[in-house]
Nanobody, 124 residues
Framework: EVQLVESGGGLVQAGGSLRLSCAAS????????IGWFRQAPGKEREGVSC????????YYTDSVKGRFTISSDNAKNTIYLEMNSLKPEDTAVYYC?????????????????WGKGTLVTVSS
């Protein structure tokens, strides 16, 4: 079965960096869209970044552009989210999610599989 496991969260000071990993299994890692989403208390879950194997397209929400980088290591079946220049506003539970039918434009509702999340806390 499909499994997504996030790791790499933790507590960092503002301005610091973290690299999140999403280890994926249970499907052929050759045609996918995997997105990173986050949800802070009292806030709606929002898309952060997405990468698709179709066309090599990536997506970043405006608030993280220039600070976060999504990448894939197909040999390891792993998606990464490198987060730099972290801000307290980045504090949230970060989830990775997978869609096997559509591209990154499918959005939150279209993602078929979700990990359990990893908590990122950025102190001021």
């Amino acid at each position: 079965e499909v499994q997504l496991v996030e790791s790499g969260g933790g507590l960092v000071q503002a301005g610091g960096s973290l690299r999140l990993s999403c280890a994926a299994s249970g499907f052929t890692f050759d045609d996918y869209a995997i997105g990173w989403f986050r949800q802070a208390p009292g806030k709606e879950r929002e898309g952060v970044s997405c990468i698709s194997s179709s066309g090599g397209r990536t997506y970043y929400t405006d608030s993280v552009k220039g600070r976060f980088t999504i990448s894939s290591d197909n040999a390891k079946n792993t998606i990464y989210l490198e987060m730099n220049s972290l801000k307290p506003e980045d504090t949230a539970v970060y989830y990775c999610a997978l869609d096997l039918q559509y591209g990154c434009g499918v959005g939150i509702a279209g993602m078929e599989y979700w990990g359990k999340g990893t908590l990122v806390t950025v102190s001021s």
